[in-house]
């Protein structure tokens, strides 16, 4: 098992033992010295515990002159034995070798530890030298396409998640590299289709590159703004010093008036507001009496008339007497016998059905039936 800074590849000490085996499952826990994390700007990725571990970033220009000290612990999963070692980063400033143009391609069949090997990534900058033919060349940043936002790819074809490489020069763009800025490849892209590149070619072989994710930057051109840092208030903590927490002997605080404010205040407002709709409701009703005593008399007839009728009507309409079709009376005999009616005058016909049968009357006559010898019979 090794460990991967940048393009150097070294042994991890003390790693491997005499008799020890050499495809143990083995992972690394990486932290700034004194830290739980690792710096900012420096990520690590180890895709299974057999492949190597990879530590890549660019650092800023606040980080120059400064010795980053990295804790790596190394855990076999095996035999559950841990080793330690630290990494010394010197972080050195580029400014005696500025390169003012600055590329950024984005690969999509390779991925971040891949693109960290020496040998690609001296066959990437030699194809970029071929096409832009620069004086000098120097890979300034590779992020990985998931730290940019990218999303994790199907387990399935081989699918690669994709890195960003972004190159610097000393020279002008070439003409090959300018392409993607016209207004065709622009309307190409805009439709997610494959621009027009004349030195994809010297790409394609090894490297597939999204030219629609390239990105041209000039620094010469790009205006710096410089934004004040605001003063630190008293809950940030300079930058060096220690923190002093409040003493444990703190004073007591008289919480009476937050009482009085939270509770009895609204308590008593709400007390009035109920003796007063209580007294209105209760010790204001004026009673019947003295509403018809404040009534006009002839509104009074009036309404005990409406009274008296609404009521009549309704007897009546319990008590009259539907007439019955023909159909229905009953057949009566040449005796001049009166049969009685079907319903008596008691009967109430508002709940009377429509459509009657012989088992829901209760007061059915049995109507005459004619015998053969010709005599009627009731």
């Known amino acids: 098992m090794s460990w991967r800074e940048n393009t150097s590849k070294e042994s991890f000490p003390p790693y491997p033992k005499p008799g020890d085996s050499s495809n143990d499952p083995i992972t690394f826990n990486t932290n700034l010295m004194g830290y739980p994390d690792r710096p900012g700007w420096l990520r690590y990725i180890q895709r299974t515990s057999h492949s190597d571990g990879v530590l890549y970033g660019s650092p800023t220009a606040e980080h120059v002159g400064k010795a980053t000290i990295i804790e790596i612990t190394a855990y076999n999963r095996r035999t559950f034995e841990t080793a330690r070692h630290n990494l ?77 490489v972004m190159v610097g020069a000393d020279v002008q763009f070439s003409s090959c590299l300018r392409e993607v800025e016209n207004p065709h490849n622009q309307l190409r892209c805009s439709q997610e289709m494959e621009p027009v590149i004349s030195c994809d070619k010297k790409f394609r072989a090894q490297f597939d590159i999204d030219w629609c994710k390239i990105n041209l930057v000039d620094i ?8 004040n840092r605001p003063d630190p208030g008293t809950g940030v903590l300079p930058d060096i010093g ?137």
């Open 220 to 227: 010469t051109k790009v205006v710096t703004i410089h934004s």
């Open 88 to 164: 010394v980063i010197n972080i050195m400033s580029t400014e005696d070798y500025p390169l003012p143009y600055q590329a950024e391609f984005f690969i999509k069949n390779m991925n971040v530890e891949e693109m960290l090997a020496s040998e690609v990534l001296g066959d990437f900058l030699g194809a970029v030298k071929n096409v832009w033919q620069p004086e000098r060349l120097n890979a300034i940043n590779i992020t990985s396409a998931l730290d940019r936002g990218g999303r994790v790819p199907l387990p399935i074809n081989n699918l690669k998640e994709g890195v960003y």
């Open 242 to 378: 220690e923190y002093n927490p409040p003493s444990e002997f703190l004073k007591s605080r008289d919480f009476f008036a937050d009482f009085l404010i939270t509770l009895a205040v609204p308590s008593a407002v709400a007390m009035v507001l109920f003796t007063i709709l209580g007294y209105s409701m209760c010790c204001r009703r004026e009673g019947v009496d003295k509403r018809n005593m404040q009534t006009p008399d002839i509104q009074l007839v009036h309404h005990s008339s409406i009274q008296k009728s609404t009521k009549e009507l309704r007897s009546m309409s319990k008590n009259r007497e539907i007439s019955w079709p023909l159909s229905t009376l009953p057949v009566f005999s040449q005796s001049g016998e009166v049969v009685p009616p079907i319903h008596p005058d008691n009967y109430e016909t508002t709940s009377m059905p429509l459509m009657q049968t012989q088992t829901n009357l209760q007061n059915q006559i049995q109507i005459p039936q004619q015998q053969p010898s010709g005599k009627w019979y009731s």
